[in-house]
């Protein structure tokens, strides 16, 4: 097979001969002094793909390939309470008189919010259903008397939860999650 020693990317002279390679993107026969490295960006810099090709076929590499660089997040509190003395800071807070022995229901409005106060002389132990909805929030059981104060979702088969009495000084109860299929305390601080 006979070379040209002249194409639109190969010019040869005969008196001084250089070497032929093929452009690995366009499959032509170039110089092979005009070859380069294929480079793309892969994870945090630029790696060679193992091609060679003509410096007109090149493509630039695209550093959208990049993998980004993610600032660690700050630490989170485990089981923050928001301190309402600090300003303008208002936490959702609803106050349920639950007075007597009868059951009571929670309207979608009462439970949603991030702290229940529970009030009132209890003649009886009560349970307090809460809507089957995801929910997180304090309750605090401030009632009196010596009977007790559940939480339970309705048509769910979990054992009423039972509420203890609020700390005496903090005036706080247990952080109760709602998954909408149970309820449990979580752990505190």
Known sequence: MQLTYRGKYTKLDRKNPRG?????????????????RQMEYRGRGLVWTGFWVHYKFLDLPNPQKLTP???????????????????????????????GNENVTLSDEQYNNT?????GALTGNI?????????????????????????AIPLRSQFPLLIPTANAVTQTGPFVNNDGMSLSILPGD
């Open 115 to 119: 702290i229940l106060n529970f009030i």
């Open 69 to 99: 660089i993610i600032t660690m997040d700050p630490v989170p509190l485990k089981n923050p309470r928001p301190d309402p003395e600090l300003g303008n800071i208002e936490v959702p807070t609803a106050t349920i008189d639950v007075s």
């Open 20 to 36: 032929l390679g093929v452009c690995d993107y366009s499959g032509l026969i170039v110089r092979h002094a005009d070859l380069r």
């Open 127 to 151: 349970i307090v259903y809460v809507p089957a909805l995801y929910n997180q929030f304090y309750a605090n059981n401030l009632t009196s008397g010596n009977y007790t104060l559940s939480l």
